[in-house]
């Protein structure tokens, strides 16, 4: 049983563009979380996703940031006109019914 | 919401000796507390996790103590070896939701 996908692992974007992460969860689950991490620092939970449902998006910024889950494909996280404050890791974890969340290698966004 | 805090932010041990890491939490409906190790570069990985109906839990060298009455919890691991270098961080949850992680600790097994 593969475990959770990210990609890219690495995204690397001038400010004022557009970064797309994808997360494909483990077979079975569907419930997705996307959580940001700054350097040495620890998670900050940004959104929480069910099939095509948004369940709780309270971490997440109200502006720029967006995200789904579609019936068909990955998750998908969405910054537009990134900012260098958005340089982080963005992990996505997945769970197969509110249980354990098991995460993704994540994506290192780096903005020029 | 939730507030999570973790001690000690570095911790240095010989190789072969126990490595104790605490975190406490506010909220006294959370009721799931994982814990993952995080190596450089990777994502988390859980190792152990703890359930608020059991206040202990074991898995070859690494267990969990749960205090509810305190609101504390702690990773214990014995018999250290190089490779359980790496940060590790505890999280608490009430099931279902977001998980609200610790700061971290940054793990060093010397050798």
């Known amino acids: 049983n593969a475990g959770v996908m990210q990609n890219p692992r690495h995204l690397v974007r001038r400010r004022g563009q557009e970064a797309r992460l994808r997360c494909s969860p483990m077979k079975g689950h569907s419930h997705v979380y996307w959580y940001r991490q700054l350097p040495e620092e620890g998670l900050k939970f940004m959104v929480y996703l069910q099939k095509e449902n948004i369940i709780d998006e309270s971490g997440m910024p109200k502006e720029r940031f967006s995200a789904e889950f579609p019936k068909e494909g990955p998750s998908i996280l969405r910054i537009q006109q990134v900012v260098r404050g958005d340089s982080a890791a963005y992990f996505c974890?997945?769970?197969?019914?509110?249980?354990?969340?098991?995460f993704g290698p994540g994506t290192r966004l780096l903005v020029l | 919401g939730e507030n999570v805090e973790q001690h000690p932010s570095t911790l240095s041990v010989q190789e072969g000796d126990s490595a104790v890491i605490k975190c406490t939490y506010s909220?006294?409906?959370?009721?799931?507390f994982p814990w993952y190790k995080q190596e450089l570069g990777k994502g988390p990985q859980l190792i152990i996790d703890i359930r608020s109906n059991v206040g202990e839990k074991k898995d070859q060298r690494i267990a969990v103590t749960l205090n509810k009455t305190a609101k504390h919890f702690s990773l214990h691991i014995t018999e250290t070896q190089p490779e359980d270098s790496a940060v590790y961080f505890c999280?608490?949850?009430?099931?279902?939701?977001?998980?609200?992680f610790g700061t971290g600790t940054s793990l060093t097994v010397i050798p």
């Open positions: 999280a608490a949850s009430h099931t279902g939701n977001q998980f609200y």
């Open positions: 909220d006294s409906a959370s009721n799931y």
């Open positions: 974890a997945s769970s197969p019914a509110e249980e354990t969340q098991y």
